[in-house]
């Protein structure tokens, strides 16, 4: 019974963040889950890059297209339901995951205190990115790891991580050495009875569920090694140094928890004894996904999500044996202190800082339901902002045309490529010029969503235009580009103002680039 409220506690958390977690963090949150989904199951919507080449499996976001059908089935599938309902499902993995974790620590109290307290886990434990979902998977098969027996029950998690993300893999070489070292199942039988037909399965599965949706017979993770780690193509989204990983994103990540897990490390070699080994090997295993990571240019603090697991673990393992020995005013003294060190960066980031990008998103929707020109034309939204700094289609749920700048990567080596967001930004109002036509309005966006630190240099094109809603975004410029306030501008449709005068032509841009088409056939969604 102890463990079914334990597990209730857990989950009442991570239900918690999905309604606490209000901001935004990564596009791929949105574009490589919901909006893969959406596209699924209602027929429109957009693909990135990642999709079009085959990198990406679709195991994730078909999970997503069934809640999907299943709401579409019932006609229950209105915004607020497509976009709030993957982020309870995800919440509902993670839970599991957090109980999993609490029963491989031996259900120790301070297990349950630092995987609800982890700042980093709770902004991002119910968000639709792969990483989370790796997190959980790494952290069920850690809990079913046998430290002491013959079990491969973890090998099926394993396998599906290493699918769906391989560098999931890395963490896992040192503890698959570990197990096949300590295994008295002979190394060709272990292999070849377990190994291999478990991976195959997976992989079966995979390939079979990606030639549905990419709809070719592909390997998704040979191209995704190939792309992000031979050819590199990560770096086009930034680069760091090589010790980022050591001195800013894994600290970042564990917040204040990062004393305690220092001191565990410390205490780990210190005592070299058989009791610290499963530690050492957890240890090992934290040292090389970090080490082999730092070996790739482009780095993020959520690639790192995988092992915080295993940090949680070796946290929770020393502060265990430190307050057995330890008075308890120093006990509510730690605990007070992980508990504010945590909460203060959780409920920044996850309630103001960044929000402004998905506050904005049920404003569109609104416009996208209710918009009509004078003649009767739909909305026709054109974001000016750097690339995928919102959701799309599965944030608005109405097939109006919706027209952002691009970002797509050098694929081919062409010596001459520039995505489209950074030819925008070096002159905005040529940019306009060329591929907005001045005339007539059905031609023109009927709103424009834009940063406010762009306005100034856009007067002349906004003069068409009134400010409609301002959304915070930011406490601080976070660049040039990226502004603290989210703007929203409807054209100004008094036909009074919408007509050229008799001595200005008419503004000509080739339709192929400029029209904003609609396709009214397809099915709105609306509840």
């Known amino acids: 019974m102890k463990g079914v409220w334990v597990f209730l506690i857990l989950l009442a958390v991570r239900l918690l963040s999905v309604f606490f977690v209000k901001t935004s963090y990564v596009p791929d949150e949105f574009w490589q889950s919901l909006e893969v989904a959406h596209k699924i199951v209602y027929g429109y919507g957009y693909l990135t890059w990642e999709w079009t080449q085959g990198i990406r499996s679709y195991l994730h976001p078909l999970v997503i297209a069934g809640l999907y059908k299943v709401l579409d089935l019932f006609r229950v ?48 434990g119910s968000r639709t990115i792969i990483n989370t979902v790796e997190a959980s998977l790494t952290t069920i098969a850690l809990s079913f790891f046998p430290w002491q027996g013959e079990s491969s029950h ?39 009875k377990h190994y291999l037909p478990i991976g195959a399965v997976v992989a079966a599965l995979g390939v079979g569920v990606d030639f549905l949706g990419h709809g070719s017979l592909i390997f998704t993770p040979v191209r995704f090694f190939r792309l992000n780690v031979l050819q590199d193509i990560g770096s086009f989204y930034g680069s760091q140094p090589w010790y980022w990983y050591f001195l800013t994103g894994f600290p970042a990540v564990l917040g204040v928890g990062l004393v305690p897990f220092a001191l565990s490390v410390l205490d780990t070699f210190r005592n070299p004894s058989s009791a610290n080994y499963r530690r050492k090997i957890l240890l090992v295993s934290i040292a090389t996904t970090l080490v082999v990571f730092s070996a790739l240019p482009h780095k993020e603090f959520r690639f790192v999500l995988p092992i915080l697991p295993m940090c949680l673990y070796l946290t929770a393992d020393v502060l265990s044996r430190w307050s057995r020995k330890a008075s308890s005013t120093w006990i509510w003294a730690v605990v007070v202190l992980l508990l504010v060190g945590n909460a203060v960066p959780a409920g920044y980031l996850g309630l103001y800082h960044q929000k402004g990008t998905t506050e904005v998103m049920p404003v569109l929707a609104k416009i996208a339901r209710e918009y009509k020109t004078p003649e009767g034309d739909r909305a026709s939204i054109l974001f000016l902002m750097p690339c995928h700094s919102t959701p799309l ?135």
């Open 154 to 192: 973890f090998l099926w998690y394993v396998a599906l991580l290493s699918f769906i993300r391989p560098t999931s893999a890395v963490p896992w070489i040192p503890l698959c050495f570990h197990h096949i070292r300590h295994s008295r199942v002979p190394l060709l039988s272990l292999l070849l």
């Open 77 to 124: 599938d209105c915004v607020f339901a497509l976009t709030l309902l993957p982020r309870v499902l995800q919440a509902l993995l993670s839970a599991y995951g957090d109980w999993r974790f609490y029963k491989w620590c031996n259900c120790s109290k301070w297990s349950l205190f630092v995987v609800v307290t982890s700042w980093f886990w709770f902004y991002t």
């Open 393 to 527: 289609y599965s944030h608005i749920h109405r097939n109006v045309t919706l027209r952002f700048l691009t970002c797509e990567p050098n694929l081919n080596d062409d010596p001459n490529h520039e995505e489209e967001a950074e030819i925008f930004y070096r002159n905005p109002s040529h940019w306009l010029d060329t591929h907005i036509p001045a005339y007539p309005p059905s031609e023109t966006p009927s709103h424009v969503v834009l940063f406010d630190s762009l306005k100034p240099r856009i007067q002349d094109f906004l003069s068409k235009y009134k400010e409609a809603h301002s959304i915070a975004h930011a406490d601080v410029l976070l660049s040039d580009r990226v502004g603290k306030n989210v703007l929203v501008y409807e054209r100004n449709d008094q036909k009074t103002g919408n007509q050229p005068s008799q001595n200005q032509p008419k503004k000509k841009v080739p339709r192929k680039e400029t029209q904003f088409e609609d396709n009214a056939d397809a099915r709105d969604g609306e509840l």
